[in-house]
C-alpha cells in the first residue's frame, strides 16, 4: 500500500477506469431492464385487447334443414360434413350428421340421458 495522503473537500479524486465502466455497465443494464419491461407489458395488453368480447355466431348451410319442431344446441363443421346436436323441447337430444354440399342427413344417434345414481 502506498503512503496514504490528505485530501481536500474541494480537491478532485481521479475515477478509477474500471469504476468508470463498472458505472456505465450498470446504467445500460438498468435501461435494458427498463425497455424489457415496458415491451412485455406492451405485449401482454396487446394480447389482452385481442380476446373476442363474445363468440361469433355461425349460420347453417343453406341446404340443411333442421327437423320439424327441434332446435339447435350445437354445431360443429368438418371437411365435406357438418354435426348438429338437435333437441325438441322437453324431448330427447339428438346428435346428427348431414353432408355439408347436398345437406342429407348421413347418420343420426339418439343420446340418452344419464341415469341418475342410487341412493
Keep these: 500500500m502506498g503512503p496514504v495522503r ?3 473537500e474541494d480537491d478532485e479524486l481521479e475515477e478509477h477506469p474500471r ?3 463498472l458505472r456505465w455497465l450498470v446504467t445500460g443494464l438498468t435501461a435494458t431492464l427498463v425497455i424489457a419491461v415496458i415491451a412485455i407489458i406492451s405485449l401482454l395488453v396487446i394480447k389482452v385487447l ?3 368480447a363474445a363468440p361469433r355466431a355461425v349460420a347453417l348451410p343453406e341446404s ?3 327437423p320439424e319442431g327441434e332446435e339447435l344446441r350445437s354445431a360443429t363443421f368438418g371437411t365435406d ?3 348438429l346436436v338437435t333437441a325438441a323441447p ?3 337430444e339428438y346428435i346428427r350428421i348431414y353432408d355439408a354440399a347436398t345437406g342429407e342427413e348421413r347418420q343420426s344417434l339418439l343420446v340418452t340421458p344419464t341415469p341418475a345414481p342410487a341412493q
Excluded: D
Design 6 to 8: 490528505e485530501v481536500a
Design 19 to 21: 469504476l468508470r465502466l
Design 50 to 52: 385481442e380476446i373476442p
Design 64 to 66: 340443411i334443414a333442421l
Design 81 to 83: 360434413w357438418v354435426l
Design 90 to 92: 322437453g324431448g330427447p
